[in-house]
Nanobody, 132 residues
């Protein structure tokens, strides 16, 4: 049984930092492309950042480029999202997702492009709230 579990969300002031973690079990982690998505009330589901199975390719939404860093530790079956210089508009529920079928595509495709969000496994989400 595959489980994807996020942690690390919370309340932070604008300009602060948080690190989200996502642990996946029940799968061969390094066969899977991984991604972070977010959704705020009244807004579209957004691909924030995605990473290839090896960690060698990444994608960032323009809204977070230069502030967020995605990484993965395949030995620990864990995905990370380091979020710096947080803004109130980063407030959202953040979801971790995993899929092996999109692994042959570049991260842009499954984060924002033709296969956006085509992930088979999703976590329950972790709330990030940034106060002004």
């Amino acid at each position: 049984q595959v489980q994807v579990v996020e942690s690390g969300g919370g309340l932070v002031q604008a300009g602060g930092s948080l690190r989200l973690s996502c642990t996946a079990s029940g799968l061969t982690f390094d066969d899977y492309a991984m991604g972070w998505f977010r959704q705020a009330p009244g807004k579209e589901h957004e691909g924030v950042s995605c990473i290839s199975w090896s960690g060698g390719s990444t994608y960032y939404a323009d809204s977070v480029k230069g502030r967020f860093t995605i990484s993965r530790d395949n030995a620990k079956n864990t995905l990370y999202l380091q979020m710096n210089s947080l803004k109130p508009e980063d407030t959202a529920m953040y979801y971790c997702a995993a899929d092996s079928q999109v692994s042959f595509l570049p991260p842009y495709d499954y984060c924002s492009g033709r296969a956006r969000g085509d992930f088979g496994y999703w976590g329950q989400g972790t709330q990030v709230t940034v106060s002004s």
